[in-house]
C-alpha cells in the first residue's frame, strides 16, 4: 500500500485506522510503498496444508513465496518437513 506524506480524516488509511494512527505512520513512512502480505486468516493448518499441495504438485519454493506471500524461510521449513514426512511414510526398503 503506498502511505502519502500526510493524510486528512477523509482518507481511506485515516477511516481505517484513525487519523492519528494515520498521521504517525505517515510520519515514518512517508510516500512509500508497503508490502503487506496475505495472513491466510493465521490458521497454521490451513497454511501448511497449502504449501504442502504446491509442494506436492512440484511448485519450487520461489513459485510457493509468489503465490502465498508468505516468506522464503517460512515456506522452505514447511517443504522440508513436508518432503521428510512423505519420506518416512515411505519406509526404507534397505
Known amino acids: ?7 486528512d480524516a477523509g ?13 504517525k505512520l505517515c510520519e515514518v513512512f512517508q510516500d512509500r510503498t508497503l508490502l503487506i502480505p496475505p495472513a491466510l486468516a493465521g490458521d497454521k493448518r490451513r497454511r501448511a496444508a497449502l504449501i504442502a499441495q504446491l509442494a506436492d504438485k512440484g511448485y519450487s519454493i520461489g513459485k510457493i513465496v ?5 516468506s522464503r524461510s517460512t515456506v522452505a521449513a514447511h517443504v522440508q ?7 518416512s511414510a515411505q519406509g526404507n526398503l534397505f
Not at 500500500?1 to 493524510?7: A, D, G, L, R
Not at 484513525?18 to 498521521?23: L, N, P, Y
Not at 518437513?81 to 519420506?87: G, L, N, T
Open 66 to 70: 509468489q503465490l502465498t506471500g508468505l
Open 81 to 87: 518437513r513436508f518432503r521428510a514426512s512423505a519420506e
Open 1 to 7: 500500500i503506498y502511505i502519502p506524506k500526510k493524510v
Open 11 to 23: 482518507h481511506w488509511l485515516s477511516k481505517l485506522i484513525g487519523i492519528d494512527e494515520a498521521t
